[in-house]
T-cell receptor, first 112, second 116 residues
Framework: DAKTTQPTSMDCAEGRAANLPCNHS???????VYWYRQIHSQGPQYIIH???NNETNEMASLIITEDRKSSTLILPHATLRDTAVYYC?????????????FGSGTRLLVRP | GAVVSQHPSRVICKSGTSVKIECRSL??????MFWYRQFPKQSLMLMAT?????????EQGVEKDKFLINHASLTLSTLTVTSAHPEDSSFYIC????????????FGEGSRLTVL
């Protein structure tokens, strides 16, 4: 699977949008971009995934660049409960193992 | 989203004993489940893939005789840490794959093992 690069940490003010970037410059055409987050001492939580089109759900929006080499996860109105480590993961849709390999992630701190 | 439950959430045991952790998919069937471990301030490390009705597939460097995995039904996988030692103290997390759609994984709450 392609590797991803994320900033180690970020912070934003409560109520503002949090934009978390992810670089996946070696992504191939059949690979999805997945985002998960992990709040301290809990299991990871699925947020969103996409292939090439922008996606939005009740939690977040995912913006994927046209060349698919990078993406941004957007939390439109961050709350204190959004403080967590956010993982961007690339996985092939053809990968029958379905396993997810986690990188280091971005530690997001939402400030009051 | 789909619900995955782990039990126990916390366990403390003496060195040399074995500990079993259960992972259940509560509202769906999962032919494939995954076990991860996580040390403090580190990312999740995949240990093994648990397949219903067949032997688990272990990642490189993970001792299969140390970490026994059983996936006897479509809703239950168990991880047994045998002859546990202090270095096995960690946060163990399971996940299960939803069969439909893109096959996204849902994770349990995690089980914190402390070996004295």
């Amino acid at each position: 699977d392609a590797k991803t690069t994320q900033p180690t940490s970020m912070d934003c003010a409560e109520g503002r949008a949090a934009n978390l970037p992810c670089n996946h410059s070696t992504i191939s055409g059949n690979e999805y971009v997945y985002w998960y987050r992990q709040i301290h001492s809990q299991g990871p939580q699925y947020i969103i995934h996409g292939l090439k089109n922008n996606e939005t759900n009740e939690m977040a929006s995912l913006i994927i660049t046209e060349d698919r080499k990078s993406s941004t996860l957007i939390l439109p109105h961050a709350t204190l409960r959004d403080t967590a480590v956010y993982y961007c993961i690339v996985r092939s849709r053809m990968d029958s193992s379905y396993k997810l390999i986690f990188g280091s992630g971005t530690r997001l701190l939402v400030r009051p | 989203g789909a619900v995955v439950s782990q039990h126990p959430s916390r366990v403390i045991c003496k060195s040399g004993t074995s500990v079993k952790i259960e992972c259940r998919s509560l509202d769906f069937q999962a032919t494939t489940m995954f076990w991860y471990r996580q040390f403090p301030k580190q990312s999740l490390m995949l240990m093994a893939t648990s397949n219903e009705g067949s032997k688990a597939t272990y990642e490189q460097g993970v001792e299969k005789d140390k970490f026994l995995i059983n996936h006897a039904s479509l809703t239950l996988s168990t991880l047994t840490v045998t002859s546990a030692h202090p270095e096995d103290s960690s946060f163990y997390i399971c996940s299960a794959r939803v069969e439909q759609g893109a096959g996204e994984l849902f994770f349990g709450e995690g089980s914190r093992l402390t070996v004295l």
